[in-house]
C-alpha cells in the first residue's frame, strides 16, 4: 500500500493496482500548487463531508477521471445534480466489497454541509482493506470513544488522522486516537493550512514518539509506502 499526500486532507492510496482518492482539494490550496491536478489519476474517489477544504476539487476530478465517488447519499444526490453519475451512496457503518478489497464508512465527530448550503448527511470516514493491507481515514473528526471499537474490529496498518486542533483532533487527542486503534503507524492531516489549524510539528512529532507512537508528516506530493 502506497499513501501519497497531496496536503491538507487529500491523499491518494494505492492497493493492488487501484488507485483511491480522498477529500480532493488541491487548487485553492497554496501548501499543494506544486502539484498538478491533471496528473492525478484515480479509480475510486471517497469524500468524508462536503465542506470546502475536502470537496473544492471534487466534481472537476470525478468528471475528468471517471472514478466512482464513494460518499453519503446525499453528497451523491447532490454530484447527481452536478453531472457526476458515477457514484456509490453509503452511510455510517456500511461495507461493501469492491474490486480492491472492501470499504466501511465510519462514523466521524464533525459537521457535514455541502458548498451550496445543504446537509450533506452525517460526516465520515473510510476503512479500507484487503489481504495485503488496512487504512483508516478518519476524515475531520473530534476524538470519539467508539474509535475503541474499530480498534478492536480492524487491524490497521496505518491510520490518517487530523492533528491541527480547532476544528479536529488536535495532536494530544490523536495521540490518544492511535491507541484506542491500536496503530502506531499515523500519517497526519488538517495541519498548517490555514491559521487556525497551525502546529509545532516537531513537537507533535515528539508527542507522538514519547508514546511509542510514529507520527509521519509528509510534504506536499511525497508519498509513504505501508
Ligand atoms: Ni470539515
Ligand atoms: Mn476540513
Known amino acids: ?6 496536503g491538507h486532507a487529500c491523499f491518494l492510496i494505492e492497493l493492488s493496482g487501484f488507485k483511491l482518492l480522498f477529500d480532493p482539494f488541491i487548487r485553492g490550496n497554496d501548501s499543494a500548487k506544486l502539484i498538478d491536478i491533471d496528473s492525478i489519476e484515480a479509480d475510486y474517489i471517497l469524500v468524508s463531508h462536503g465542506h470546502d477544504d475536502h ?6 476530478l470525478s ?8 460518499a453519503s447519499w446525499e453528497i451523491t444526490q447532490w454530484l447527481i445534480e452536478q453531472g457526476v453519475n458515477n ?8 461495507k461493501r466489497v469492491l474490486e480492491f478489497g472492501e470499504v466501511t464508512m465510519t462514523f466521524a465527530s464533525h459537521s457535514n454541509s455541502l458548498p451550496n448550503g445543504r446537509y ?11 489481504d495485503l493491507a488496512t487504512a483508516y481515514y478518519s476524515g475531520d473528526t473530534g476524538l470519539f470513544g467508539d474509535m475503541r471499537l474499530i480498534g478492536e474490529q ?21 495521540v490518544i486516537a492511535s491507541k484506542w486503534i491500536h ?8 495541519f498548517d493550512t490555514f491559521g487556525y489549524i497551525v502546529i509545532d510539528q516537531n513537537d507533535a512529532i515528539k508527542k507522538f514518539a514519547d508514546q511509542g507512537l510514529q507520527l509521519n508528516l509528509l510534504k506536499s506530493g511525497e508519498g509513504f509506502t505501508v
Request: net charge positive.
Open 87 to 94: 457514484v456509490h451512496p453509503m452511510n455510517t457503518g456500511g
Open 1 to 6: 500500500m502506497k499513501v501519497t499526500y497531496f
Open 55 to 60: 470537496t473544492a476539487d471534487l466534481v472537476y
Open 154 to 174: 480492524y487491524q490497521i496498518d496505518v491510520a490518517l488522522l487530523p492533528i491541527g486542533g480547532n476544528f479536529t483532533m488536535d495532536v494530544s487527542d490523536a
Open 63 to 70: 468528471k475528468k477521471t471517471g472514478a466512482l465517488v464513494i
Open 183 to 190: 496503530c502506531n503507524k499515523i500519517i497526519g492531516l488538517h
Open 120 to 130: 450533506g448527511g452525517l460526516a465520515a470516514g473510510f476503512i479500507i482493506k484487503n
